[in-house]
């Protein structure tokens, strides 16, 4: 609306602006000749110097007496004859299909033969057609489009993360009223049947549906700390060593293989990135059939972690999808009941904080997470180290971590492996 409102304006101030120019120059022109005309002074033909082309002079019966040359044999310009009293007056006539002329028309004087001056002409071309509302149309699209554009994609991104909590809170809202219903529901039959409801399947009931609840409501605050809060100041972290000390605080379950190259140390929060890796080593294991294989290493100046599993794996459409909040395939509602599907959202949102990268990439076998975080300064030296559970440096090719150590056992390392003594 303000375009067209702007393009009206805009075209009536140019029709003025042309129209009143060519009527002064008319008039300037009659003037002139008039004066002459007064005096006996008017030459054959009438010279023109300006843009004003057609002169003439016209007696009380309509003949024309002189003219320019452009005007010579044309009928009288007009049928005009200003009174005594207003002795200039402007015109645009319009003859059959010709181009309309524009005319000052000028009395000679006050007598009733007096001769009239017409001094005019043809119509501007911005005026006679509407090639000037096309240009202004054209100019207000041009205009449009960018604008239009600009504006869609301020205001999308002003509503875009609108839409996002929207869409969060609405998730989130289906995904606690699940455990909470099922608590409902057990508690209410406790309480309407107690004499056919066994009290301590209830229990185990309402302990699992509140330990889902709590899973959730824990990773939700996480997720607000990483948005909310300021971060706390990084510190530097030995990649290496961290992994190694996730794996060995695992339980039982699916070996994990740790194959730490070099010293790839970053800067950052140690607890953020550990859970990080604590996600990854629980995902992995979860979908794992008989081991889990994690390597660290740097690679052109970025620290990678990689957690490989032999298990069904990720389909390629289904690759970013996992990393959104409470999206849980198939295959990881029926092995984990109990997750609050908020693990890779936050594994991915603490590896953007840390300005580096969370993906899934192609493998042989199985899933392969990778992590990809800015180096926080030179590798060290050639070697594949890693830290054993108590903190003593070794360094064999790779450390195999079973599920638990035996009681009263410590881990040493062999050239073939790692032993149990």
């Given at each position: 609306?303000?375009?067209?409102?702007?393009?009206?304006?805009?075209?009536?101030?140019?029709?003025?602006?042309?129209?009143?120019?060519?009527?002064?120059?008319?008039?300037?022109?009659?003037?002139?000749?008039?004066?002459?005309?007064?005096?006996?002074?008017?030459?054959?033909?009438?010279?023109?110097?300006?843009?004003?082309?057609?002169?003439?002079?016209?007696?009380?019966?309509?003949?024309?007496?002189?003219?320019?040359?452009?005007?010579?044999?044309?009928?009288?310009?007009?049928?005009?004859?200003?009174?005594?009293?207003?002795?200039?007056?402007?015109?645009?006539?319009?003859?059959?299909?010709?181009?309309?002329?524009?005319?000052?028309?000028?009395?000679?004087?006050?007598?009733a033969d007096s001769p009239v001056v017409?001094?005019?002409?043809?119509?501007?071309?911005?005026?006679?057609?509407?090639?000037?509302?096309?240009?202004?149309?054209?100019?207000?699209?041009?205009?449009?489009?960018?604008?239009?554009?600009?504006?869609?994609?301020?205001?999308?991104?002003?509503?875009?993360?609108?839409?996002?909590?929207?869409?969060?809170?609405?998730?989130?809202?289906?995904?606690?009223?699940?455990?909470?219903?099922?608590?409902?529901?057990?508690?209410?039959?406790?309480?309407?049947?107690?004499?056919?409801?066994?009290?301590?399947?209830?229990?185990?009931?309402?302990?699992?549906?509140?330990?889902?609840?709590?899973?959730?409501?824990?990773?939700?605050?996480?997720?607000?700390?990483?948005?909310?809060?300021?971060?706390?100041?990084?510190?530097?972290?030995?990649?290496?060593?961290?992994v190694t000390e996730e794996v060995s605080?695992?339980?039982?379950?699916?070996?994990?293989?740790?194959?730490?190259?070099?010293?790839?140390?970053?800067?950052?929060?140690?607890?953020?990135?550990?859970?990080?890796?604590?996600?990854?080593?629980?995902?992995?294991?979860?979908?794992?059939?008989?081991?889990?294989?994690?390597?660290?290493?740097?690679?052109?100046?970025?620290?990678?972690?990689?957690?490989?599993?032999?298990?069904?794996?990720?389909?390629?459409?289904?690759?970013?999808?996992?990393?959104?909040?409470?999206?849980?395939?198939?295959?990881?509602?029926?092995?984990?009941?109990?997750?609050?599907?908020?693990?890779?959202?936050?594994?991915?949102?603490?590896?953007?904080?840390?300005?580096?990268?969370?993906?899934?990439?192609?493998?042989?076998?199985?899933?392969?997470?990778?992590?990809?975080?800015?180096?926080?300064?030179?590798?060290?030296?050639?070697?594949?180290?890693?830290?054993?559970?108590?903190?003593?440096?070794?360094?064999?090719?790779?450390?195999?971590?079973?599920?638990?150590?035996?009681?009263?056992?410590?881990?040493?390392?062999?050239?073939?492996?790692?032993?149990?003594?």
């Open positions: 609306m303000a375009l067209v409102v702007g393009g009206v304006a805009l075209d009536l101030a140019i029709r003025y602006r042309i129209q009143n120019e060519v009527f002064f120059a008319a008039e300037q022109a009659a003037a002139r000749w008039s004066a002459a005309a007064r005096n006996g002074a008017v030459p054959r033909p009438i010279p023109t110097l300006t843009d004003i082309t057609l002169v003439q002079l016209v007696d009380a019966r309509g003949r024309v007496v002189d003219s320019s040359r452009e005007a010579a044999g044309m009928r009288p310009l007009s049928t005009l004859r200003p009174p005594a009293d207003d002795r200039l007056q402007e015109r645009t006539e319009c003859p059959g299909q010709d181009r309309c002329v524009m005319l000052m028309a000028n009395r000679v004087s006050p007598a017409y001094a005019g002409t043809a119509q501007p071309s911005l005026l006679a057609t509407h090639t000037l509302e096309y240009v202004i149309a054209a100019g207000g699209v041009l205009i449009l489009v960018p604008v239009a554009w600009m504006t869609w994609w301020a205001v999308g991104r002003t509503l875009r993360p609108v839409e996002r909590e929207r869409q969060f809170a609405s998730t989130t809202s289906h995904e606690l009223r699940t455990p909470i219903a099922g608590l409902r529901a057990r508690l209410e039959e406790a309480l309407l049947y107690p004499d056919d409801v066994d009290p301590r399947d209830t229990i185990q009931g309402a302990l699992r549906a509140t330990g889902r609840l709590e899973a959730i409501v824990d990773d939700l605050l996480l997720l607000t700390r990483l948005r909310g809060a300021d971060a706390a100041p990084p510190e530097l972290v030995e990649l290496g060593a961290l605080a695992l339980g039982s379950g699916v070996p994990v293989r740790v194959r730490a190259v070099g010293d790839v140390r970053v800067r950052g929060s140690r607890i953020q990135l550990a859970r990080v890796v604590g996600n990854l080593l629980s995902n992995a294991r979860r979908h794992a059939v008989s081991a889990v294989t994690v390597s660290v290493e740097s690679v052109d100046g970025q620290a990678l972690v990689a957690v490989t599993d032999d298990g069904a794996g990720v389909p390629p459409a289904d690759r970013e999808r996992v990393f959104e909040r409470f999206v849980r395939l198939d295959e990881a509602r029926r092995r984990d009941t109990g997750g609050s599907g908020l693990g890779l959202a936050i594994s991915r949102d603490i590896a953007r904080a840390h300005k580096g990268t969370l993906r899934i990439e192609d493998s042989p076998v199985g899933a392969r997470f990778v992590l990809m975080l800015p180096l926080a300064g030179t590798a060290g030296a050639a070697g594949e180290w890693t830290v054993a559970p108590r903190g003593t440096a070794v360094k064999p090719r790779w450390n195999i971590w079973p599920a638990r150590r035996p009681p009263g056992r410590s881990m040493s390392a062999t050239a073939s492996g790692d032993a149990w003594e």
